[in-house]
């Protein structure tokens, strides 16, 4: 099983400052299929993210990701208020398909 | 418009079973895999299943082999989670999703299991 280890836990950021969170495997992901959530109080989850560094559908281009192999970043630039939520990485290369334990994005 | 509605949730004792459903709609609902993930109360997310698009294959995560069932009518543009003996580590929501990175989400529903 690939663990998925996030950090840090929380991160406390303000309004128009840059958002870096990592997520890092315990082995290798399979073709980089890592994909990247964001999940807001009492909401499903939405990919914001997958194949590591592909942008879903919609998704503003202040959110990229990048990374390979064990190692895979998430950059938020100039966040904006509603950015501020819970983020959680994915692998689904390999079974199980893990999430890891989620980084906080908190307002400063 | 995409939409995936989970229904079957509800209070059940440990021991117990329960069938989810998540009915599909405003895509090519047999052309994709689908899955199942959880989230306990104030938890993160778990992946619980996944199954292909013509169902040959099949995934579970370790804590929920032997007991849980994933399957899918295609004709019926529906996903299944067919739960049995259930536990109270497995109180959570529930959400189905679409895709193996999942693009669309359920709502969710929730399961409880207590005596």
């Known amino acids: 099983e690939i663990v998925l280890t996030q950090s840090p836990g929380t991160l406390s950021l303000s309004p128009g400052e840059r958002g870096t969170l990592s997520c890092r495997a315990s082995q290798s992901v399979t073709s980089n299929y890592l994909a990247w959530y964001q999940q807001k109080p009492g909401q499903a989850p939405r990919l914001l993210i997958y194949g590591a560094s592909s942008r879903a559908t919609g998704i503003p281009d202040r959110f990229s990701g990048s990374g390979s192999g064990t190692d895979f970043t998430l950059t938020i630039t100039r966040l904006e208020p509603e950015d501020f939520a819970v983020y959680y990485c994915?692998?689904?290369?390999?079974?199980?398909?893990?999430f890891g334990q989620g980084t906080k994005l908190e307002i400063k | 418009e995409v939409q995936l509605v989970e229904s079957g949730g509800g209070l059940v004792k440990p021991g117990g079973s329960l069938r989810l459903s998540c009915a599909a709609s405003g895509f090519a609902f047999s052309t994709y895999s689908m899955n199942w993930v959880r989230q306990a109360p104030g938890k993160g997310l778990e992946w619980v299943s996944s199954?292909?698009?013509?169902?040959?294959?099949?995934y579970y995560a370790d804590s929920v082999k032997g007991r849980f069932t994933i399957s899918r009518d295609n004709a019926k543009n529906s996903l299944y989670l067919q739960m049995n003996s259930l536990r109270a580590e497995d109180t959570a929501v529930y959400y189905c999703?679409?895709?193996?990175?999942?693009?669309?989400w359920g709502q969710g529903t929730l399961v409880t299991v207590s005596s």
């Open positions: 994915q692998q689904y290369g390999s079974s199980p398909y893990t």
């Open positions: 199954i292909s698009s013509s169902s040959s294959y099949i």
């Open positions: 999703g679409s895709k193996a990175a999942i693009d669309y």
